[in-house]
């Protein structure tokens, strides 16, 4: 399950699939906090937070992340496409 704020959505992701949410939680073996930010991203200064979770199965490992962003931008460059609801 993924929530950003008050939007929530469930990403389903099996072997092979191209969506890009799953390729990029594939990278990171499946673990929100390991996504990478992405190199040469910059945001503005603004604080306007903006507080994400994820839980769920990879693999059969539980995961549960939870994180508060400065702004949407920080969160985007940060997780990429698994926030993107």
Same mark, same amino acid.
């Given at each position: &399950?993924?929530?950003?704020?008050?939007? $929530?959505? $469930?990403?389903? @992701?099996?072997?092979?699939?191209?969506?890009?949410?799953?390729?990029?939680?594939?990278?990171?073996?499946?673990?929100?906090?390991?996504?990478?930010?992405?190199?040469?991203?910059? @945001?503005? &200064?603004?604080?306007?937070?903006?507080?994400?979770?994820?839980?769920?199965?990879?693999?059969?490992?539980?995961?549960?992340?939870?994180?508060?962003?400065?702004?949407? @931008?920080?969160?985007?460059?940060? $997780?990429?496409?698994?926030?993107?609801?």
């Amino acid at each position: &399950m993924i929530t950003v704020g008050s939007r $929530t959505a $469930t990403l389903s @992701c099996a072997p092979g699939w191209s969506d890009p949410a799953c390729t990029a939680l594939e990278r990171a073996g499946g673990d929100p906090g390991r996504l990478q930010r992405r190199e040469g991203a910059s @945001c503005t &200064m603004e604080y306007s937070p903006v507080h994400a979770t994820a839980t769920g199965v990879w693999d059969g490992r539980e995961y549960q992340y939870e994180r508060t962003f400065s702004n949407a @931008c920080e969160l985007a460059v940060t $997780t990429g496409p698994v926030f993107q609801i």
